[in-house]
Each structure stands twice: as structure tokens, then as C-alpha cells.
């Protein structure tokens, strides 16, 4: 590691200390927007960690979270919940090489189509189970976890994340990768691999999402379809994480956290506009910042930097 | 034999939206993820016309489509030509235009549900049974069934023998070559995204005289008119028809044999085998 890198890790060390201190500060109302960042700032950096480098854009999050939130609902009175946990990070990881395998050979138009559609797919399977079985619609999810601890869950998953997306970042993997981002007829051509890089990427970042959902699961207490499987969800974290800017494992975190301050008190004064508001923020990406606020910084700090 | 008319009337229907939106993926190129909010939007042109002015939305569809190929011809302009310039390459113009379209979605869903509310709406025009081979069907599914079929064979007409329709599939072909004999090529692909929403309208309009609906319904439109223009293979018109028959079909038969909550997840079921064994559809061809 060189002197620079060094000091970067250990500032981020120190903002990460003092991000995991803000429940002691007793404020409620802060500690619930952190464990809402703190869930978006995971969803979207192993989200990113897919699409970034591969252009692939996944509407897959709220399919794998819904599917980790019933997991521990369908198990917590027979199972302890940490094995549900680990248990609905296993099925989210199947399920996404599943999908990975079955999708990703093809071009990315399917993928986004089919991933659209697999929250709501699910969704009917599982009404159509509860319904069948004769069980209620919704699951009752009672343990002695609270915010303060979910919240330091998250934050722990996210470091995970960091850690793991930093590690490809530098391996072979990670320049494949790029390389399959840049032109995939090159990467074919150079002897990469591209499904299997693209497959492992997906597994993760379905893991994740997977077992985001199994933490929030407590949160909520009371697990119905129609809310685990918001297709909300999935089109927050890809906005959060193009805002942020995909191609920077540090992009989605600068989009998360003034989106979801700005998205939370927007959508307390006006609830009934927000999916308008959605639509406009995906057009104003599209047209203004297409690299994202990432994309902002790296082209305008070196310009200022050079001029002082 | 129920199963198979339904499934009959239903596709009919389906293979209009997917012309619809065959004529802006395959000649315009845009993905237009927003497709099925231009339909609802039919809908509730038609809702409206039909409560507020007793107008029967067949004549409705008369008014509501030049209108919707207005509106789709400001926002092919508007919106995502600047989207086609920019681009470089086709993947990125996927890209773009994937996450445009969805943005222009929920405007759309914004606008619909400020305007009429949230709540699920249906109209009741001509729903008398009628009896075929013994079993009775509505008289308004009939009557949306044969306007899809009237507009979707003046489509399929005015595409295959006159000279604005060789233009378009000039286009679809090769956007490059088109140029070079004298096509506008920025032209055509108004043209066609505007007209294919204008079909996809009037598929609203029709299926408003049968079904209930809700602003936030589009978009499991949008997925059974992908999933048709895949199972049948981009820029297939013939196989697009197919498989909107195929899938009006498979959905019916989940519905009376299974569980009518379940629609849907018969539609993705077919997707994924398609993908799985055949992804060029399943009349495309080989891709090179």
C-alpha cells in the first residue's frame, strides 16, 4: 500500500466510527433516516457493483429483498433468526445464479425486462402459496432487535461490501469487468469469461440484497407481500446509485445519502406526488448528470486543484 | 373450447399492443418501457369520453389516437432524439433510453393518478352475454376484439404495401443503408414510435370496454407487450401476432385452471423458457 492509500483507509476507518456512533446521540428521528440510508447505501453499492462496470441494469433488488424479508417471516418461529439470515443469503445467492445463468448470456434488454417483472412474479407465487396453504396473508416477526442494533447490522454489511467491492476493484475479476463494460466482443475475444464474471458479480450483489431484507424483516414485524415486494424499492436504488454515480465504488454512497434526505422530506410533504417525483429525477439523470455526482467531482476537483 | 375463445379474444387485443410497441423497438429502437402508460392513458381517454360524454369509446378511439400520436411524437422529439444523437453505440442508447422511458412512466402514472385518483375503474358499455359454442362472452369483448383485429390488419397492410410503410421497414432493417436511398431516417423514426403509441391508445381504449384498471396498471402491460415481441422474435410482425395469441392463450388457461392471480406469473413462466431455449424468439432468426 502506498502513503496515500494508507491514509485514505484510515480516514475512512474514522468516518465509519463515527457514523456507527450516531444511535448514542438518542436522537430518534436521525436514527431512523440512518437505518434508511444505512439500507439504501448497501442496496445501491452492491447494486453498483453489478451495473457499474457492466451496464446491466438490475430491477432485481426488490425481488431479492422481499424474498429475504419472507424467509425470516416463514422461519422465525421454528429457526433462531441469525441461521434465517444466513439461510435467506443462501437462497438469495441460488436464485440469482438461477437468474444470472438463465439471463445474463443475452443482451441486457432481456435482463432488464425480466428483472422488472421478477418482484411481481414472485409476489404472485407467493400470494398464491399463502392462499392455497389457507395461511394468512401477512407474518408476524417479533424479536427484541432494535433500530440501534439493525442499524449497526447494516452498517457492518455495508463495510462487508465495501471491503469485497474495493478487493475486485483490484483483482482480475474486477479489470474483466471493465474490460466487458468497455466492449464485450473485445472481452470475448481476449479469453475472459464474460457470463461467469458477470454471474458471480450478480450472485453477490443479489446476496446482499437478499439479506438486507432478512435484517429489515425485524423492523417491519408484520410481513405482507404487497410491502416486501415494493417495486419502489428497486427504482430508488438504481436513481440513488447513478445520482451517486455507478462507476465509483464510493459513487452510490455520495447519491444516497442527499437523495434519501431530500426524498424523505419531499415525500412527508407531498405523498401523494411521489412517483411523479421519481420521474423526474430519472429524466433530470438521464439529461444533466449521466455520470452522476461522482462523474461531477472527478471532472471539476482536479480543475480547482490545478488553478489554486 | 372456453379456454380457447377466451384466449382468442384476449390475444387479439395483445397482439395490438405489441405491434405497438414492435414498431418503436424495432424501427425507432427505443425501448420504451412507457408503453404501457400511453395504454392506460387510452383507457382513460376513453373512460372519460364515455362517462362525461356518453361517447362509445370505439368512436372515442377516432379522437384518442391522433392524440396519443401527438403526444408520442413531442416525446420521441423532445425527449429521447437527444437521447439517439448522443449515443454512440446501440447498448448505450439501451441504456439511455431504458432509463428514460421509465422516467417518462412515472410521470405518467404522477399525472393519471393526480388527475382520476387511485382507485380501480371500469364503465359498463354493451356487456350483454352472447353465446358462442355454447358459452356466452360479452358482447364489448367481441366488439374490442374485432377493433384490434380491423387495426391491427390496416397496420400490417398499410406496413407491407404501400411506400411510407417500406420506408419503415427500410429503417428497421438498417438505419445506415436507409440513408444512403433517400430516407429520413430521424423522420421515419418519429413517424414510427408516434404511430406505435398511437396503436398502443387505442389498445387502451379497447381493453378499457372490458377490464378495470388503475393509473399505476401500466406497467404489467408493458411487460406482457415485451414478452410477446421477444416470444415471437424483434421485428417479426407475423411471429408478434403468434405470440400474442400464444400468450392470450396460456393466460386464460392459467386463469380458469389454476388461479386468476396468477396471469402474470404464467407470462413470465413462457419468458423464461423462451429465453432459456429459443432467444431469438420464436420466429426469429439466427442472429449472425
Known amino acids: 500500500m502506498t502513503t496515500r492509500e494508507v491514509r485514505n483507509f484510515i480516514i475512512v476507518i474514522m468516518l465509519f466510527v463515527l457514523v456507527a456512533l450516531i444511535p448514542l446521540g438518542g436522537s430518534g428521528y436521525w436514527l431512523s433516516i440512518g437505518v434508511t440510508i444505512a439500507t439504501y447505501m448497501v442496496l445501491s453499492t452492491s447494486w453498483a457493483l453489478f451495473s457499474g462496470p457492466t451496464h446491466y441494469i438490475s430491477l432485481a433488488t426488490g425481488a431479492f429483498y422481499g424474498i429475504g424479508m419472507f424467509v425470516v417471516g416463514g422461519g422465525i418461529e421454528v429457526l433462531p433468526y441469525w441461521s434465517l439470515v444466513l439461510i435467506a443469503g443462501c437462497i438469495g445467492a441460488v436464485l440469482a445464479a438461477l437468474i444470472g445463468l438463465a439471463t445474463l448470456r443475452l443482451s441486457g434488454v432481456y435482463f432488464v425486462i425480466f428483472t422488472l417483472g421478477l418482484a411481481e412474479f414472485v409476489r404472485q407465487i407467493v400470494t398464491w402459496i399463502q392462499t392455497t396453504m389457507g395461511t394468512s396473508s401477512g407474518l408476524y416477526v417479533l424479536t427484541d432487535l432494535n433500530d440501534t442494533i439493525i442499524y449497526w447490522e447494516l452498517l457492518a454489511l455495508g463495510a462487508i461490501v465495501y471491503l469485497v467491492g474495493w478487493w475486485i476493484n483490484r483483482s482480475r475479476l474486477g479489470f474483466a469487468l471493465r474490460i466487458i463494460g468497455n466492449d464485450e466482443v473485445v472481452a470475448v475475444h481476449s479469453g475472459i469469461n464474460t457470463a461467469y464474471a458477470k454471474v458471480i458479480l450478480f450472485v453477490f450483489s443479489g446476496t446482499v440484497a437478499t439479506i438486507v431484507g432478512a435484517l429489515l424483516a425485524p423492523r417491519l414485524s408484520y410481513i405482507e407481500s404487497n410491502i416486501a415486494f415494493s417495486p419502489m424499492l428497486s427504482f430508488i436504488v438504481v436513481i440513488t446509485a447513478l445520482l451517486g454515480g455507478a462507476q465509483k465504488l464510493w459513487g452510490p454512497i455520495v447519491g444516497v445519502i442527499p437523495f434519501m434526505l431530500v426524498w424523505d422530506f419531499l415525500s412527508a410533504t407531498f405523498p401523494n406526488q411521489t412517483t411523479l417525483m421519481l420521474g423526474i429525477c430519472f429524466l433530470l439523470i438521464v439529461y444533466a448528470i449521466p455520470n452522476g455526482f461522482a462523474g461531477l467531482i472527478e471532472k471539476y476537483v482536479p480543475k480547482m486543484q490545478g488553478r489554486s | ?288
Open chain 2, 1 to 288: 373450447m372456453e379456454i380457447l375463445i377466451g384466449g382468442i379474444l384476449l390475444g387479439g387485443t395483445y397482439a395490438l399492443l405489441a405491434m405497438g410497441l414492435q414498431l418503436q423497438y424495432g424501427v425507432a429502437r427505443i425501448m420504451n418501457l412507457a408503453n404501457g402508460e400511453v395504454l392506460v392513458a387510452g383507457s382513460f381517454g376513453a373512460f372519460w369520453f364515455f362517462t362525461a360524454a356518453q361517447v362509445n369509446p370505439v368512436l372515442a378511439i377516432i379522437i384518442l389516437a391522433p392524440a396519443a400520436y401527438v403526444l408520442n411524437w413531442l416525446i420521441y422529439r423532445f425527449l429521447l432524439q437527444p437521447l439517439v444523437k448522443r449515443s454512440k453505440t446501440q447498448g448505450h442508447l439501451e441504456v439511455d433510453s431504458i432509463l428514460s422511458t421509465f422516467g417518462i412512466s412515472f410521470i405518467f402514472i404522477g399525472l393519471l393518478h393526480t388527475i382520476f385518483g387511485g382507485e380501480y375503474f371500469n364503465y359498463e358499455y354493451l356487456e350483454i352475454p352472447y353465446e358462442v359454442f355454447g358459452e356466452a362472452y360479452g358482447i364489448n369483448r367481441i366488439i374490442a376484439f374485432i377493433g384490434a383485429v380491423v387495426i391491427a390488419a390496416g397496420l400490417f397492410l398499410w406496413l407491407s404495401k404501400t411506400r411510407s410503410g417500406l420506408k419503415l421497414r427500410a429503417v428497421s432493417v438498417d438505419p445506415a443503408s436507409a440513408r444512403l436511398v433517400g430516407i429520413d431516417v430521424d423522420k421515419a423514426s418519429a413517424m414510427a414510435f408516434s404511430l406505435g403509441g398511437a396503436v398502443t391508445a387505442a389498445g387502451g381504449a379497447l381493453i378499457s370496454m372490458f377490464d378495470t384498471f388503475d393509473a399505476s396498471i401500466g406497467v404489467v402491460f408493458t411487460m406482457k407487450a415485451l414478452i410477446i415481441v421477444i416470444l415471437g422474435g424483434v421485428k417479426e410482425i407475423k411471429g408478434t401476432i403468434v405470440a400474442a395469441f400464444v400468450l392470450g392463450l396460456a393466460e386464460t388457461a392459467v386463469a380458469t385452471l389454476i388461479d386468476p392471480g396468477l396471469t402474470l406469473a404464467a407470462a413470465f413462466l413462457l419468458f423464461i423458457l423462451v429465453l432459456l431455449f429459443r432467444p431469438q424468439g420464436l420466429f426469429g432468426r439466427e442472429a449472425s
